[in-house]
């Protein structure tokens, strides 16, 4: 099986500040991971480096998608990666018509400053309707929900086809409600696309699906564990990555929820 990431020996500096420590990590093209940690684990910094927006000190490796980073073009690579972050919702013109959010997507952008073929309206409402949104087509950016607006920026995501596609703790914003419909459409979108390489940021343990076989846990800029979703969702894990006495209950539907005590 091919690898779609392959980090080795990646140490990161922000602003002088070592943030991410002698990182390796390898996930294979195909496979559903989720990424979760602490504030200031080192999530938005990894993101960032499997992005190209960041980069390792020398000796480290990053190869994403058979590119090696620092031997290739980037503008290039990134078009093969979806990128969903609950900022991009303020990023957004208030203005803009919710089709063209996603149609902006074409060009990596987050505005359309060309005209659009009919072939690339349609691919949009496909997936707009993947997604119970087209509906929502016309309406204006602002008159979205969080949680519409979410979906609308998934659908941008995905008019690329993206063999890799990072979202990044992408119902922040939601209600419960909100959150399960979500959930349910990332779950039905993924099964739908088996060749798809899909990392899923998360801090809420209780979001992460069946869907996901795989996940990776990080803590002080490190990897704390990594390994199958049984392997990692552990209470003693658990504990030791957010530093609080954690039960895991399991669901019929599979997923895990936290109950939490304060000793």
């Keep these: 099986?091919?690898?779609?990431?392959?980090?080795?020996?990646?140490?990161?500096?922000?602003?002088?500040?070592?943030?991410?420590?002698?990182?390796?990590?390898?996930?294979?093209?195909g496979a559903r991971c989720f990424l979760m940690g602490a504030n200031g684990a080192g999530k938005t910094t990894l993101v960032k480096l499997l992005m190209g927006f960041a980069w390792p000190v020398y000796g480290a490796r990053v190869e994403i998608l058979g590119n090696v980073y620092g031997k290739c073009n980037l503008q290039e690579v990134r078009k093969k990666i979806g990128w969903v972050s609950p900022f991009m919702q303020h990023w957004t013109s208030e203005d803009s018509k919710a089709l063209?959010?996603?149609?902006?997507?074409?060009?990596?952008?987050?505005?359309?400053?060309?005209?659009?073929?009919?072939e690339?309206?349609?691919?949009?409402?496909?997936?707009?309707?993947?997604?119970?949104?087209?509906?929502?087509?016309?309406?204006?950016?602002?008159?979205?929900?969080?949680?519409?607006q979410v979906k609308f920026l998934i659908a941008r995501a995905l008019i690329?086809?993206?063999?890799?596609?990072?979202?990044?703790?992408?119902?922040v914003y939601m209600d419960l409600a909100g959150r399960e419909y979500l959930l349910s459409e990332i779950e039905r979108f993924a099964n739908s696309r088996?060749?798809?390489?899909?990392?899923?940021?998360?801090?809420?343990?209780?979001?992460i699906m069946p869907v996901f076989?795989?996940?990776?846990?990080?803590?002080?800029g490190e990897i704390f564990k990594s390994g199958t979703t049984?392997?990692?969702?552990t209470e003693e894990n658990l504990e030791?990555?957010?530093?609080?006495?954690?039960?895991?209950l399991r669901g019929d539907n599979g997923r895990f929820w936290p109950v939490v005590g304060i000793r």
């Excluded at 063209?100 to 009919?118: A, I, P, Q, W």
């Excluded at 690339?120 to 519409?148: C, K, P, Q």
């Excluded at 993206?162 to 119902?171: G, M, N, R």
């Design 194 to 207: 088996p060749d798809l390489t899909l990392i899923f940021i998360t801090q809420r343990i209780e979001e």
């Design 230 to 233: 049984e392997e990692v969702l």
């Design 240 to 248: 030791q990555i957010f530093n609080i006495p954690v039960k895991l």
């Design 160 to 171: 690329t086809s993206p063999e890799l596609l990072i979202l990044d703790e992408p119902s």
């Design 100 to 118: 063209h959010v996603v149609l902006s997507g074409l060009d990596g952008s987050l505005g359309l400053f060309r005209d659009v073929t009919k």
């Design 120 to 148: 690339e309206v349609d691919r949009a409402m496909a997936i707009l309707t993947e997604l119970n949104a087209a509906h929502l087509a016309e309406r204006s950016w602002y008159a979205l929900s969080s949680g519409e």
């Design 1 to 29: 099986m091919e690898n779609a990431i392959i980090i080795e020996n990646a140490s990161v500096y922000m602003d002088e500040n070592l943030v991410l420590k002698n990182l390796s990590w390898t996930l294979e093209k």
């Design 213 to 220: 076989k795989y996940g990776m846990a990080l803590k002080h």
